[in-house]
């Protein structure tokens, strides 16, 4: 039996990050598909601390909200830094993740038509905090964005915008360390890997279909 299993939805959304830190570390896992949503609806929601998943089981233990999940593997495979300082680094750095991915959010499932171009027109400024945090970390020489060493909100962001470029391909041409830190998180070869995969080239990103 897999050492964690992963209940979800069968698309990248708030699962995909976490479905990268476990293939780029190793880690075994399984994943329960929780849809059709009458299905989510009967059986999962009301297991669920606020009535949505993702959701990962390690054994015994149930664990919901996307980044709280990251933060339990982070802390159990060494992915939150060697000290108090780079951990805050790290977390700060993810809060700048969930503030876009919440923005991104909104945008696909409630405005996607009408909000897309000024979504898109406003990016430039969202990706700016990013390429400085990165370019201060020298993350375009070590490919890990915080502190020189891989952690969770490597793959965050990395997700982020690898559904950022698929909105608005280009988005990264302005910005030198994400694109070329993007770029190295890209060839790592245990994600090259799960790329390839039939698993992963045929889940959708949201589950709108709207990308
Ligand atoms: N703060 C939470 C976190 O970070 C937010 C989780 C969340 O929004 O974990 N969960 C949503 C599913 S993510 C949820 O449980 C969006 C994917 C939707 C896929 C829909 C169906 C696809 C079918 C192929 N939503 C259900 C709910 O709130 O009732």
Excluded at 130 to 153: H, I, N, Q
Aim: glycine share 8%; net charge neutral.
């Amino acid at each position: 039996m897999a050492k964690y299993n992963l209940v979800y939805f069968p698309v990248r959304g708030r699962g995909e990050a976490i479905r990268i830190l476990l293939v780029d570390n190793d880690q075994d896992y399984e994943e329960t598909n929780c849809a059709p949503f009458d299905k989510f609806l009967a059986e999962w929601k009301p297991k669920m601390a606020f009535g949505q998943v993702p959701a990962l089981y390690d054994g015994d233990f149930m664990l919901v909200q996307s980044n709280a999940i990251l933060r339990y593997l982070a802390r159990k495979h060494g992915l939150y830094g060697s000290d108090d300082k780079t951990a805050a680094r790290i977390d700060e750095l993810n809060d700048g993740v969930e503030d876009l991915r919440g923005a991104y959010v909104k945008l696909i499932y409630t405005n996607y038509e009408n909000g897309k171009a000024e979504y898109i027109e406003k990016l430039p400024n969202n990706l700016k905090p990013f390429e400085k945090l990165l370019s201060a970390s020298k993350a375009s020489d070590t490919g890990a964005a915080v502190g020189g060493k891989m952690s969770f909100v490597d793959y965050n962001l990395f997700d982020l915008l690898e559904n950022h470029q698929i909105l608005s391909p280009g988005c990264l041409d302005a910005f030198p360390t994400l694109k070329s830190w993007h770029a190295k998180i890209a060839a790592r070869p245990k994600i090259v890997a799960y790329h390839q995969t039939e698993g992963f080239k045929s889940r959708a990103i949201n589950g709108n279909g709207k990308q």
